[in-house]
């Protein structure tokens, strides 16, 4: 993946992350490629049960899958934070269990602090199902 569809990635998920309803204050935004070049946004949707919060990462991923698409390229992940966050452990398990090798790229608000890693890295020895690879 070029310098340049990076950097689009990262700069959609920075503007996502505005459309936030986040009461704990922490705003972020994903921005998801699919493998056929269609980019899908997410940004965190907390409630007053955190529980029932849904962040950027599964937000942009659950959009998609509703909009037709399973097979995705890399997520772009941007919050307010100075330094680049990673997803946290259910995003992780999401984003592996569609694709181990889905570049997650994740950013600082600026753009100017990138860490790239695969998800499969994110999760080591991750969660794989029963061995019945496909939905039903
Ligand atoms: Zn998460």
């Known amino acids: 993946m070029d ?8 700069a959609m998920a920075a503007e996502a992350r505005h459309n936030a309803r986040a009461f704990s204050g922490f705003h972020v935004g994903a921005a998801l490629l699919t493998k056929s070049g269609e980019i899908v946004t997410g940004c965190n949707v907390e409630l ?3 529980l029932s919060s849904i962040c950027a990462e599964r937000t942009a991923m659950v959009k998609a899958v ?7 390229e890399a997520i772009a992940v941007v919050s307010d934070a100075e330094k680049p966050v990673s997803p946290c452990a259910f995003c ?5 269990d569609f694709d181990p090798d889905i570049l997650v790229i994740m950013a600082n608000a600026a ?7 695969t998800a499969a890295e994110l999760l080591p020895m991750a969660f794989m199902g029963s061995g019945r690879d496909e939905p039903q």
């Open 3 to 10: 310098r340049e569809l990076k950097q689009k990635l990262i």
């Open 48 to 50: 007053h049960t955190t």
């Open 66 to 72: 509703s909009m037709g698409y399973t097979d995705f």
């Open 92 to 96: 992780r398990q999401y984003l592996v």
């Open 111 to 117: 753009g100017t602090e990138v860490v790239e890693m």
